[in-house]
């Protein structure tokens, strides 16, 4: 999608730490890290939020779980780590492209807040 900025990211067009990568996931280092490790999970496709994920689409979120695996492993995460996702406005998104958290090495508290 055009003025996408993680279709962008994907696309190669604005420059990412890559983390992980496969026909349908991209994962990258986030640019303002919320934890040592804090990795960006996205489809390659665009998917604006969690709101739009259907029945056509949700296979890429199985995807998305499966590269958390394949990400946890690579980076010796045995310790334990957190996968969020922030739907809309209230839910704390600020960018229109479906996108999950991986974040780990310290202490993540309960509730978030
Ligand atoms: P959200 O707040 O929508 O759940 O998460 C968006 C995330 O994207 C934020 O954690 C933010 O730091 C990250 N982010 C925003 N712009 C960029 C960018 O240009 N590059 C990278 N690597 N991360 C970004
Ligand atoms: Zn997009």
Known sequence: MEDCLF???VKGEINSTKIYEDDFVYAFADIAPQAPFHAVIVP????KSADEINAENSFLVAKIFEAVAIIAKENNLEKGYRVVNNCGEEGGQTVGHLH??????RNLQWPPG
């Open 100 to 105: 999950f958290h991986l974040l780990a090495r």
């Open 7 to 9: 279709c962008k990211i």
């Open 44 to 47: 390659k496709e665009h998917i």
